[in-house]
């Protein structure tokens, strides 16, 4: 990691904007590690979740958008109800998320498979109006350079007809649709 020089102006305009996205009042977390001790996959965190708050209170932008820790929250929301100023923590690490996306920006380490994970999810949702699992997972395989991981799970689902080959699509594809398009110009807004 990277030495972090606090003497540099904080950006104001990172904390203020992380706290209207999210609708979380970042500047009241008082640092308790109340996030931090309960969170289920801080083990795999390159910063805990109270460092990201600090971090976001400090105005560090750049190095909060680049850690992976943003994209490895479960969003389970553990940090959220043990949060004793009631900060949706969750949703800070989703504003982030959401913000680095935004900026273009390639998660680090295990958040890239996450990320790469959430596209293709949300590209099944997109084109065939729901999941479908074989593709999904197929073009997961195929770019993380792993085209046989979890290869023979597949085949024991496919033999017990959990697994389908081929996916219908459902009424209302272009009502889908439309929900995709307003969020794209949602974030065209931002």
């Keep these: 990691m990277?030495?972090?020089r606090l003497n540099e102006s904080e950006d104001r305009d990172f904390i203020?904007?992380?706290?209207?996205?999210?609708?979380?009042?970042?500047?009241?977390c008082y640092q308790c590690g109340k996030c931090t001790a309960g969170c289920p996959?801080?083990?795999?965190y390159d910063l805990m979740p109270h460092?990201?708050?600090?971090?976001?209170?400090?105005?560090?932008?750049?190095?909060?958008?680049?850690?992976?820790?943003?994209?490895?929250?479960a969003s389970c929301v553990t940090c959220?109800?043990?949060?004793p100023r009631n900060i949706d923590v969750a949703m800070v690490m989703d504003t982030l998320r959401i913000m680095a996306r935004r900026k273009g920006m390639i998660p680090?380490?295990?958040?890239?498979?996450?990320?790469?994970?959430?596209?293709?999810f949300l590209r099944s949702i997109q084109k065939y109006g729901r999941l479908f699992e074989f593709a999904t997972m197929a073009m997961?395989?195929?770019?993380?350079?792993?085209?046989?991981?979890?290869a023979d799970t597949g085949l024991t689902m496919l033999r017990r007809g959990k697994l389908k080959l081929s996916v219908t699509k459902p009424r209302g594809l272009e009502e889908i649709n439309r929900i995709f398009e307003k969020v794209r110009q949602a974030?065209?807004?931002?």
């Design 2 to 4: 990277e030495t972090i």
């Design 16 to 28: 203020e904007r992380v706290s209207r996205e999210s609708g979380q009042a970042v500047e009241n």
């Design 41 to 44: 996959v801080a083990f795999a």
């Design 51 to 73: 460092q990201v708050m600090r971090m976001v209170q400090m105005g560090l932008k750049e190095e909060v958008l680049r850690c992976q820790s943003i994209w490895l929250c």
């Design 80 to 83: 959220t109800a043990r949060c």
């Design 108 to 120: 680090p380490g295990r958040g890239r498979n996450v990320a790469l994970f959430n596209n293709n």
């Design 140 to 150: 997961f395989n195929l770019k993380t350079g792993q085209p046989f991981r979890e």
């Design 187 to 190: 974030e065209k807004e931002v």
